[in-house]
């Protein structure tokens, strides 16, 4: 990409979370906008021994929302 294409109009915001109550972890949240585009992001990160359960009990409902969202 040229630098003359990536200096147009930049907006980005992030929010961190640190998650304390079911699950030990964090959640990443950002969003930015280039021109008339947008982009979000979100990441989760648990730190306790049951994460990897607890994430694969719950991949199947985040794909289908982001499907139905974003399909």
């Known amino acids: 990409m ?41 990441s989760l990160f648990l730190y306790c021994d049951a994460a990897e359960a607890r994430a694969g009990d719950s991949e199947a409902k985040w794909r289908a929302w982001f499907e139905k969202t974003f399909g």
Request: hydrophobic share 35%; glycine share 10%.
């Open 2 to 42: 040229s630098s003359s294409a990536y200096s147009k109009e930049r907006t980005q915001r992030y929010l961190l979370l640190r998650l304390t109550s079911a699950q030990a972890g964090i959640t990443f949240l950002g969003t930015c906008s280039i021109g008339d585009g947008a982009n979000a992001s979100m």
